[in-house]
C-alpha cells in the first residue's frame, strides 16, 4: 500500500514538474486509459447495433455462373436449390457436407430436385468451419472457371462468410449475397458479431 501511494506520488510530481517546464496540460495515464477504453466500446456497441439491426437480405434471383450453400441451417440447401430450378444457374455447391452423410442419402430429403444431383450439384466434404467453406469454395469456382456466384447462406451468417470468400477467392469474381431470412437471437447475434471481429482483427495480424 505504501509503495503503491509513494508511485503516485513521484508520478504526479514528475507531471507537474514536467507541466512546469513546458507549459504542457498533463493528462494522467489513468484517465487517458479509461477514456481510450470507453471509446472502444462505444465503437463496439455502434458496431454491434448496426451488425444486429441491418442484417443482410435475399436477393432477385438472376444469373449467375454458380451457387454455393453453406450447410449449417435450415432452409440454406432449399434455396440453393431454388435457384438451380430457376434456370438462373447451372452449377451448384453445397459446402460443409458432414463426412458420414451419403449423396444417396442427401438426395432423398430433396426428392423433387433429385435429378439435379446427377448433373449439377457438388457436395463438398472437405470444409468444418466458416474459413474452410471458403477455401473449399475457391477451389471448386477455380475448377469451373466461375466468374459470378451466389452466395447462400443465413443472415446472420452472411457478413463473416462474405469476408472470408472475398479473402480466398480468385480476383475478378463477383459475389451476390443471398440471405435466408431467419429469427437469431440476441445472444446469437452477440456471439457471431463477436467471431465477426475476432476474425478480421486475426486477418490483420497474419492470421
Known amino acids: 500500500m505504501g509503495h503503491s501511494h509513494t508511485h503516485s506520488t513521484c508520478r504526479d510530481a514528475a507531471c507537474y514538474a514536467y507541466g512546469k517546464r513546458h507549459g504542457a496540460f498533463c493528462v494522467k495515464e489513468d484517465v487517458m486509459i479509461s477514456r481510450f477504453i470507453a471509446f472502444l466500446l462505444l465503437i463496439w456497441m455502434l458496431g454491434f447495433a448496426w451488425f444486429a439491426l441491418l442484417l443482410p437480405q435475399p436477393a432477385p434471383i438472376a444469373p ?12 440454406r440447401i432449399d434455396r440453393g436449390l431454388e435457384i438451380l430450378e430457376s434456370g438462373k444457374s447451372k452449377k451448384l455447391l453445397i459446402s460443409g457436407v458432414d463426412r458420414d452423410v451419403k449423396p444417396p442419402e442427401l438426395e432423398a430429403q430433396y426428392p423433387k430436385s433429385a435429378k439435379y ?7 463438398g466434404f472437405q470444409s468444418v468451419d ?5 477455401l473449399e469454395t475457391a477451389a471448386w469456382a477455380k475448377r469451373n472457371n466461375m466468374r459470378t456466384i451466389r452466395l447462400v447462406t443465413h443472415d446472420w451468417h452472411m457478413r463473416r462468410a462474405r469476408f472470408e ?7 475478378g469474381i463477383t459475389l451476390t449475397n443471398d440471405a435466408v431470412p431467419t429469427q437469431p437471437s440476441l445472444g446469437g447475434l452477440f456471439k457471431e458479431y463477436n467471431k465477426y471481429w475476432l476474425r478480421a482483427v486475426a486477418s490483420l495480424l497474419g492470421l
Open 64 to 75: 449467375t455462373d454458380g451457387v454455393v450453400v453453406l450447410t449449417g441451417g435450415a432452409h
Open 165 to 171: 470468400l472475398d479473402r480466398a477467392l480468385p480476383n
Open 117 to 123: 444431383f446427377q448433373c449439377c450439384i457438388a457436395l
Open 130 to 134: 466458416t474459413r474452410s467453406n471458403a
